[in-house]
Structure formats: C-alpha cells, structure tokens
C-alpha cells in the first residue's frame, strides 16, 4: 500500500508564503496523479491542486489560481504545494491524495485512494 506523509505547514501572516510537501512510499508509480485538498474546522473538504502523472497536467481550484502552484520532483515520490500571498481563508488543514497507476488528474475527492494525515496551516490577519 501507499503511505502519504505531508510536511510544512506552520503559521503565517497574510501575503506571506508556505511550502508544502507530501511524500510518498510504499507501492508507487510515476503514473500516479497527485493532488492536494483542505479542510477547515466545521467544513467541507475542498480541493485545492492536482498534477498528472507526467506532470505536464495541472489543475486548480478557483480560490488559489495564480496564487498556488502544485509541482513534483523527478522521481515523482515527492509532490510539492507552493502557497504565496496567503489569506486568512487558506487556513485549513491541508491533504495530500493519490491515485495509484492514474496518470490524468480529478478534481473529486472520490477519485483519489490514497491519503495524508494533514498538516495544519494557520494564516493569521
């Protein structure tokens, strides 16, 4: 199975900056969409980025278009979030998702099989 472990939240003032990153082990493939979700207190999950497999396809939701920008690295055992001029409304925790041998992205939280625990990110006013 994979296991999924997100790293980088923290606190930030408005506008400020975060990186996320989720790595992956376990059964693996460089075939394997990617995405982050949040979640805040008392709300829904919410999807946020999704990179395809070859990590030519990308997807954003409309609240952090132009603001985040998801990415991986060359193995593609490592997905990264980069989250610029934050708002207070980006708190939330935040998942890493995969879905194993699935090169095209979703943008539903059914279409991913494998989860993070989450990592907390607080942006203060």
């Known amino acids: 199975q994979v296991q999924l472990v997100e790293s980088g939240g923290g606190l930030v003032q408005t506008g400020g900056s975060l990186r996320l990153s989720c790595a992956a082990s376990g059964r693996t493939t460089n075939r394997s969409a990617r995405a982050w979700f949040r979640q805040a207190p008392g709300k829904e999950l919410e999807f946020v980025a999704a990179?395809?497999?070859?990590?030519?396809?990308?997807s954003y939701a409309d609240s952090v278009k132009g603001r985040f920008t998801i990415s991986r690295d060359n193995t593609k055992n490592t997905v990264f979030l980069q989250m610029n001029s934050l708002k207070p409304e980006d708190t939330a925790v935040y998942y890493c998702a995969a879905r194993f041998n699935r090169n095209a992205v979703v943008v539903t939280s059914t279409g991913y099989e494998y989860w993070g625990q989450g990592t907390q990110v607080t942006v203060s006013a």
């Open positions: 990179i395809s497999g070859s990590g030519e396809g990308t």
